[in-house]
């Protein structure tokens, strides 16, 4: 069956940096749109950037651009996230996401890896 699992998480402090990594299995990965969300308590889940199928430009929510970096390697099925200047607002669970680039209702979600920001 198809699974998302994230990993590179964890505590770091303002000013610092992380990446975070989601390997895929279970599904043709290279044809899925990929995205990191994520929700912080009493938060919606926000999308926090996406990386499409078709070799388009990343995008990325106003709070992260110029900060993170999104990138895809289909070989190995793996989705990263940089995430660079950390702040305490960016604490939050970060989950992986898997669209498919034409179907929508093929859709995974990962488990969710928590990152804190505080120093």
């Known amino acids: 069956q198809a699974q998302l699992v994230e990993s590179g998480g964890g505590p770091v402090q303002p000013g610092g940096a992380l990446t975070l990594s989601c390997l895929a299995s279970?599904?043709?990965?290279?044809?899925?749109?990929m995205s990191w969300y994520r929700q912080a308590p009493g938060n919606a889940r926000e999308l926090v950037a996406l990386i499409p199928s078709d070799g388009g430009a990343p995008n990325y929510v106003d709070s992260v651009k110029g900060r993170f970096a999104i990138s895809r390697d289909n070989s190995k099925k793996a989705v990263h996230l940089q995430m660079n200047n950390l702040k305490p607002e960016d604490t939050a669970r970060y989950y992986c996401?898997?669209?498919?680039?034409?179907?929508?209702?093929?859709?995974?979600w990962g488990q969710g890896i928590q990152v804190n920001v505080s120093s």
């Open positions: 279970g599904f043709t990965f290279s044809v899925y749109d």
């Open positions: 996401y898997a669209q498919h680039g034409k179907t929508a209702w093929l859709k995974y």
